[in-house]
């Protein structure tokens, strides 16, 4: 089975992508799209599972529980700026009512409902820059491990064209912490213009699993572990939303040692084996 998913025309419910533990074959992460037309509402909730709305575009009303919160969003497109996003606990059934065209990601893992729902405005959300060169990108923290929720971590990343993101390619697929920590994650790729293309790799020390995936606009890339380096060709600039989730919500990862004379600034081949 292919790491990838597509995306697909609308259902009834607005669903175009819908990626649970079950059909990822792991533990932890959910992940869901809606796209929305002006009016129409789409309804959720899980018990034992907490959720983060990331309002990619368009606004949106959501109700979560008893708390109501209006006109969330207002981005035109995922490249505009940070997020506006709501947080809803495990356990608490929410509502998104779209004012115009919009389109929502829902981000899900394990939680145990002891967190009240609030909204996450764009100035909440931490920016950071990553790398030099054309190993830039520019990061915004939604829910980092810093962040008030039970498991999930939420991060957009936009990669200029031309550049690599994820890279040094690197892995938190042991249980090792502090050395580093188990975490499943997924990638919602965007890109602008939206004909373009993008290239993601993963694979693993034994290569037990290798796989290179040339993703579209739209598309899911799922790790269930390994190493996930991601390339944007010139002309085409990439926005990915992660999600990640674990045993530990830490964020701790191990580059492969291959390549990790790039992420210390040595020289190729220096410090071979270490």
């Given at each position: 089975m292919s790491l990838k998913v597509r995306s697909h025309e609308p259902d009834p419910q607005g669903v175009v992508l819908d990626i649970t533990p079950e059909s990822a074959g792991w533990r932890y992460v959910g992940f869901k799209v809606v796209r929305l037309a002006a009016g129409q509402v789409h309804d959720?909730?899980?018990?034992?599972?907490?959720?983060?709305?990331?309002?990619?575009?368009?606004?949106?009303?959501?109700?979560?529980?008893?708390?109501?919160?209006?006109?969330?969003?207002?981005?035109?497109?995922?490249?505009?700026?940070p997020a506006t996003s709501v947080y809803v606990p495990a356990g608490t059934s929410y509502s998104i009512k779209a004012a115009g065209n919009a389109e929502v990601a829902i981000c899900t893992a394990p939680g145990g409902g002891n967190r009240r729902p609030r909204v996450i405005a764009p100035e909440d959300v931490r920016l950071e820059t990553r790398g030099q060169g054309t190993n830039q990108r520019f990061v915004r923290n939604i829910l980092d491990d810093a962040g008030d929720a039970e498991s999930l971590l939420v991060v957009e990343v936009i990669t200029p064209g031309g550049h690599w993101s994820s890279y040094p390619p690197h892995k938190h697929d042991r249980d090792a912490w502090p050395q580093e920590t188990f975490l499943e994650e997924t990638y919602y790729h965007r890109l602008s213009p939206p004909q373009g293309?993008?290239?993601?790799?993963?694979?693993?020390?034994?290569r037990s699993i290798d796989e290179t995936m040339a993703v579209e606009d739209g598309d899911v890339v799922q790790v269930p572990r390994g190493y996930h380096p991601v390339g944007a060709p010139h002309g085409y600039d990439l926005y990915y939303l992660n999600v990640m989730a674990g045993p530990r919500r830490d964020w701790v990862f191990a580059n492969d040692p291959a390549h990790d004379w790039i992420a210390r600034g040595a020289s190729p081949g220096t410090d071979k084996g270490e």
């Open positions: 959720g909730g899980e018990e034992g599972r907490e959720a983060c709305l990331v309002v990619l575009s368009g606004t949106v009303d959501v109700t979560a529980g008893e708390v109501r919160f209006d006109q969330m969003g207002g981005r035109t497109d995922v490249f505009e700026g293309f993008a290239f993601q790799r993963v694979y693993t020390d034994d």
